[in-house]
Every structure is written in structure tokens, then in C-alpha cells.
């Protein structure tokens, strides 16, 4: 079965600039999680979702927002980009979590300039 | 809070050389544990798991075992390949606040 899709996968913005990424968890799970990684930070957990709801959210600005749909695939956005949100953006699916597997998608590649 | 410490690199080895890179975590409770593995320009593959003390993960001839005694999760390849050069990282999820928490990665490259 098709893995986590994530698009765009490579995309460049201006400073100021806001930025949405989407993710399609594998077929069947209903969690979606959402990670930075950054050469100085490593991984870096943003947030997750189950069934339309925010579970856990990761120390990061408000400006990093989520969201996910009926069925089951999400977006996050950030707003007024700054340069320090330049990352590999990955997205992550579980059928529950707990200790289900935790599956990624190979991740959108964020330049802000 | 939960935390995972993992042996940092760069590891250089030749093939068919052993590896063994080291993790220990913090966690409450019965945490699970995973490695996954990261190649250029990729996301994270998990390369193994093990969720419950004593039960040892294994795949594509990568071993390790959970021990609760030493909080300890070390991932060991007997014999090394090219192909195994990449970026690996120890992760754990407590099972109750939906997350993994990573360690820093450990890159690991094979020479021929």
C-alpha cells in the first residue's frame, strides 16, 4: 500500500511569507504527526492529530498551526516565516500510536530566503 | 520529561566491520523503543522496534535489545555494508502523549 505522501517536496518562500504543507497518512491510520529537523536542532516533534483533534503540541511558536480532515490527511502551516524555519518538514501517520509503528513520509524541504 | 542520549559521529568503518552505536533513554513508565534510519535526501525509515523489556528488535541483519535494567537500546550489525552508510537515529514514545522523542543521530559511513 502507498506510504505517507507529502507535498510540495522541495519549495522556496521570502521572509514574511506564510507556507502550507500537506500530508496523506498511509491508508487506514488515523493519527498524523508533524516534525522539524534542522542541522542544530535535530527531530524536533510539532504536533500531532487523531480524528480531527490536536493531542500533543510541541514547544514551537503560534505561528506553526495544524490541522486535520475527515479523512485523516493534514496540513500545517507557518505563518511570517522566518529564516530559522528553514528544515526538512516530516510527516508522520500511525494507525492509534501508543505503541503502533510510526511511519514517515520523506518530508518537504523548506528554504526561506 | 522523556529523553533519549545516542552515541554521536561521525562513525567511519570498513565493510564488513562491526557496528554498535549506543542509546539510553529517560523515560516514565514502559516506553517504546525504535531505530530508524535516515539516507540522503530521505525520511525516516523505521529499521527496527521493541516494545517491551527484554524483546529484541531485529531487521536486515540489525539487532538490538531492549534493557529496562540499564534503560539502555544499542543498535549492533555484525558485518557492515556500503549500503548501510546513512544516519540513524534512537527514538522513544511512552505510549501516552502521541510523540517519539529522538536522539541527536548518529552518522554512520562505510568505506569500501
Known amino acids: 500500500k502507498a506510504g505517507v505522501t507529502q507535498t510540495p517536496r522541495y519549495l522556496i518562500k521570502t521572509r514574511g511569507q506564510q507556507v502550507t504543507l500537506s500530508c496523506s497518512p498511509i491508508?487506514?491510520?488515523?493519527?498524523v504527526s508533524w516534525y522539524q529537523q534542522t542541522p542544530g536542532q535535530g527531530l524536533q516533534f510539532l504536533f500531532e492529530?487523531?480524528?480531527?483533534?490536536?493531542?500533543n503540541k510541541g514547544n514551537f511558536p503560534g505561528r506553526f498551526s495544524g490541522r486535520q480532515f475527515s479523512n485523516s490527511r493534514s496540513e500545517m502551516n507557518v505563518s511570517t516565516l522566518e529564516l530559522g524555519d528553514s528544515a526538512l518538514y516530516l510527516c508522520?501517520?500511525?494507525?492509534?500510536?501508543?505503541?503502533?509503528?510510526?511511519?514517515f513520509g520523506e518530508g518537504s524541504w523548506l528554504t526561506v530566503v | 520529561g522523556n529523553s533519549v542520549t545516542q552515541m554521536e559521529g561521525p562513525v567511519t568503518l570498513s565493510e564488513e566491520a562491526f557496528l554498535t552505536i549506543n542509546c539510553t533513554y529517560t523515560?516514565?513508565?514502559?516506553?517504546?523503543l525504535f531505530w530508524y534510519v535516515q539516507y540522503p535526501g530521505e525520511g525516516l525509515q523505521l529499521l527496527l522496534k521493541?516494545?517491551?523489556?527484554?524483546d529484541k528488535g531485529s531487521n536486515k541483519g540489525f539487532e538490538a535489545t531492549y534493557r529496562k535494567e540499564t534503560t539502555s537500546f544499542h543498535l549492533e550489525k555484525g558485518s557492515v555494508q556500503v549500503s548501510d552508510s546513512a544516519v540513524y537515529f534512537c527514538?522513544?514514545?511512552?505510549?501516552?502523549?502521541?510523540?517519539?522523542?529522538f536522539g541527536a543521530g548518529t552518522t554512520v559511513t562505510v568505506r569500501a
Open positions: 491508508s487506514g491510520h488515523r493519527s
Open positions: 527514538a522513544l514514545s511512552d505510549n501516552s502523549d502521541y510523540k517519539l522523542s
Open positions: 508522520a501517520s500511525s494507525y492509534r500510536t501508543g505503541e503502533d509503528t510510526i511511519y
Open positions: 492529530y487523531f480524528s480531527e483533534t490536536q493531542r
Open positions: 523515560a516514565t513508565g514502559y516506553p517504546s
Open positions: 521493541a516494545t517491551k523489556a527484554d
